[in-house]
């Protein structure tokens, strides 16, 4: 089973809109990580938010919040008030202890697209 | 700025030749991760190395590549014997322990001839 899943390849928004972005997890480690990072066409990996699984509150960082539904096994990132410079390539991440380090698992992607 | 650095950016080779990749922690990390990213997917984990030592090598493919993590130095991937389907981006991460938060270097684009 894939352990995340972007079931979105690519999304549009109009500039200053919010944009929801999807991803499940599947797990069954009570404690792990769930990241998001946002890969421009220059390729470097930029970190956006971090959730953790006993984390009460979601996650925000400026405009990104992460919703986190833990029975749903969802962590949808949301941008509020999007900027052309936020079209990019968006990936969900976990992390998860295994016996002697954590792992990393990504999903496949969105790619998002802000129009003017 | 003391980041993850890897070099080079992009490296370009032919088939059957062989390509070194290399990746030099944030100062004071010891812990180093190594992914790689074939066209239009996620990254995928390959290989885990502590100083002089490979701890979790599980995506690792079993033949033509291997890491290392040397006492002095960078860590090295290297993929012998080049094919046109090890072309990808390569990226490094490093961490102060194993349970710590893994910061990503900029990545290495090889493409295969």
């Known amino acids: 089973a894939q352990k995340i899943t972007q079931t979105q390849p690519g999304m549009f928004v109009q500039e200053k809109e919010a944009v929801t972005l999807d991803c499940t997890y599947d797990?069954?480690?009570?404690?792990?990580?769930l990241f998001w990072y946002k890969q421009p066409s220059s390729g470097e990996m930029i970190f956006l938010i971090y959730?953790?699984?006993?984390?009460?509150q979601n996650a925000t960082e400026g405009r990104y919040s992460l919703n986190f539904q833990k029975a749903r096994k969802s962590a949808n990132l949301v941008i509020s008030a999007s900027q052309l410079g936020d079209s990019a390539m968006y990936f969900c991440?976990?992390?998860?202890?295994?016996?002697?380090?954590?792992?990393?698992?990504f999903g496949s992607g969105t790619k998002l697209n802000v129009k003017p | 700025n003391a980041g993850v650095m890897q070099n080079p950016r992009h490296l370009v080779r032919r088939r059957g030749q062989e390509a070194r990749l290399r990746c030099s922690p944030v100062?004071?990390?010891?812990?180093v991760y190594w992914y790689r990213q074939l066209p239009e997917e996620g990254l995928k984990f390959m290989v885990y190395?502590?100083?002089?030592?490979?701890?979790?090598e599980s995506g690792m493919p079993k033949e033509r590549f291997s890491a290392e993590f040397p006492k002095e130095g960078p860590s090295i991937l290297r993929i012998q014997q080049v094919v046109r389907g090890d072309s990808a981006a390569y990226f490094c991460?490093?961490?102060?322990?194993?349970?710590?938060?893994?910061?990503f270097g900029p990545g290495t684009r090889l493409t295969v001839l």
């Open positions: 190395l502590q100083k002089e030592n490979i701890i979790d």
């Open positions: 100062k004071g990390h010891s812990h």
């Open positions: 991460a490093s961490s102060l322990s194993s349970y710590n938060e893994q910061f």
């Open positions: 991440a976990m992390r998860e202890p295994r016996y002697n380090f954590n792992k990393f698992y």
């Open positions: 959730q953790g699984s006993y984390d009460q």
């Open positions: 797990t069954s480690d009570p404690s792990y990580g």
